[in-house]
């Protein structure tokens, strides 16, 4: 008997939160993508085969980057794995269906510039405004992801020590200092910070006018006003703070093993990325002030 794909999905999702315990946004992003596909295939699970999921991707491939085709399949192929063990399948049509050659991905990086400029188009003669302005410094001067810029506590600032205690990825925590510049922001806006709306939100640092946490989208939505403001002309969110913070960390020099923990990336590998940024960078200086960069033929 088939299964409805809504309730296969829903039962993936839980093997996904309280078997293999992925964070809740990893769980809801494979299922959005299962689902999509499926609201696309129009066939069930079982009898979905590799030549509908190529003719998915054919299908999307203007709209979907290599990066995003990548991520959909292995969505796909851990679904169908899932199927397989599960008995509802006997092989996992993903296998059958190449992965897009991916390049070496670089992020998007901000000059210090462009970050000050950011920070200075925050206006502070608001209790928002100095939110947001902190919000800014902690994601740049500590490199926070977005989800744990969100779920930061009061009891996790230790001014004195100069450093937050950050719960990460996997429940994974890790000490992150902070300059005084970030302090001093942290300060001023817990000074003005409202009260909570309930107990769940008493030692939440960052509060929306209703003294409800912040949401991701709300942080999204600041640096893209921000970027407006401040005429950065870039494609930039949350993440480019961190990235931005990486990489000027190394680029002054940081050890790539201090920069590792401080982003608290579990392999050094993932923090390696930072040094081709600052290769790029110096490749272009170079090439701008090349003597040969307008000639034609040698």
Not at 169 to 179: C, H, I, M
Not at 275 to 298: A, V
Request: one cysteine or more.
């Amino acid at each position: 008997m088939q299964e409805p794909v809504s309730r296969l999905i829903k039962d993936y999702s839980y093997c996904l939160r309280i078997e293999r315990q992925m964070s809740p946004n990893t769980v809801s992003s494979y299922c959005s993508d299962v689902s999509h596909f499926f609201d696309d295939c129009k066939k069930s699970a079982e009898n979905t085969d590799a030549d509908d999921i190529v003719s998915y991707f054919s299908t999307y491939s203007e709209y979907f980057s290599k990066r995003t085709q990548a991520r959909i399949l292995s969505s796909l192929r851990s679904f169908f794995d899932w199927m397989v063990q599960e008995g509802d399948r006997a092989d996992n049509p993903c296998d059958r269906v190449d992965s897009p050659k991916l390049g070496r991905y670089l992020p998007e990086v901000l000059s210090v510039e462009e970050v000050q400029a950011l920070l200075d188009s925050v206006r502070t003669d608001s209790v928002s405004g100095m939110r947001d302005k902190a919000i800014l410094e902690v994601l740049y001067g500590c490199g926070l992801r977005v989800t744990e810029l969100c779920e930061l506590r009061i009891s996790q600032i230790f001014f004195e020590d100069g450093f937050l205690r950050v719960v990460g990825k996997g429940d994974k925590e890790r000490l992150v200092p902070f300059a005084p510049i970030t302090a001093e922001a942290l300060r001023d806006w817990l000074s003005l910070r409202p009260c909570a709306a309930g107990p769940q939100w008493e030692d939440t640092v960052f509060l929306n006018r209703f003294g409800k946490g912040l949401s991701r989208v709300s942080v999204f939505n600041l640096v893209k006003k921000q970027a407006l403001l401040a005429g950065v002309d870039k494609e930039i969110s949350p993440h480019t703070f961190r990235h931005s913070f990486a990489t000027h960390l190394v680029e002054n020099g940081a050890d790539l093993r201090v920069v590792q923990e401080m982003l608290g990336h579990e392999s050094i590998l993932t923090t390696e990325i930072y040094t081709h940024i600052d290769s790029r960078t110096w490749q272009q200086s170079i090439l701008s002030h090349h003597p040969r960069r307008n000639s034609g033929r040698p």
